[in-house]
């Protein structure tokens, strides 16, 4: 039986939809998963989603609110979600206390960190040395930057490189991060681009999309390919 991947999904507001982009469900499906959108319904919900998943799949969407870690929103702060933001930062806690294996793609592993008691750069041309283009103006399979990929890491052992070229759609970015993490990849301006955990290495955060890059990028399949196969293990908590 394929592993079901629950993947987090999307509220707008303006049309009362509920909605999960195909490329997080296509990389999902073609990885061998069985994937399973998980609505923002309230925190009643979580117990029952966790019964029926094998993986968590942490999308991108909107910025955290800065409530979670402790902050008044900064003018540049863009569109909220509060019914995401209720769900899915609890939702990541008892998976992470649970062992589930998750994989954290952009505002996704921002939730990570902030469920795990980190902190978020709210603006990262206002607020950092930034040198990049982190918004990019090009479509969105394709890599527009560099990234270096710590040796030693689960990010490592999955693409076999020490450097990749990367999609990248983010104003934000990780500021600190819990004792329990470390930092797997970054850009050359400094910015955090993967995240991991200490003794949990069925957990990882990419702050790009691999899902966008899916049909075309071997490493972006790699990294669901392994997510995947991560969801056919028995928990690790």
């Not at 982009?21 to 609505?39: C, D, H, K, N, R």
């Not at 979580?46 to 979670?68: F, K």
């Not at 003794?199 to 890059?213: A, D, S």
């Amino acid at each position: 039986m394929k592993p079901i991947i629950g993947i987090t999904a999307s509220y707008n507001h303006e049309k009362n939809t509920y909605f999960s982009p195909g490329e997080y469900i296509q990389a999902v499906e073609s990885a061998g998963g069985f994937p399973l959108q998980l609505l923002p319904l309230g925190v009643d919900k979580i117990a029952a989603y966790l019964e029926l998943i094998d993986g968590l799949l942490l999308t991108g969407g909107p910025d955290v609110d800065p409530v979670y870690y402790g902050e008044d929103p900064q003018p540049a702060v863009e569109k909220l979600s509060p019914e995401r933001d209720a769900v899915e930062i609890p939702l990541t806690q008892k998976a992470l206390s649970t062992g589930l294996p998750i994989f954290a793609i952009c505002r996704g592993m921002q939730v990570l960190n902030v469920a795990a008691g980190g902190s978020i750069i709210q603006d990262i041309c206002k607020n950092g040395n930034v040198a990049i283009k982190h918004t990019q103006q090009a479509p969105r399979w394709h890599g527009t930057h560099s990234i270096q990929i710590k040796e030693g890491t689960v990010l490592s052992e999955i693409l076999a490189e020490k450097e990749i070229r990367v999609n990248s759609f983010h104003h934000q970015a990780l500021k600190e991060i819990p004792a329990n993490c470390y930092i797997s990849a970054h850009s050359q301006d400094g910015i955090i681009e993967g995240i991991e955990f200490k003794g949990l290495t069925n957990v990882l955060g990419v702050q790009w999309h691999p899902e966008c890059m899916y049909s075309t990028d071997p490493h972006s399949q790699k990294l669901f390919s392994w997510f995947v196969e991560q969801a056919k293990k028995p928990p690790r908590g």
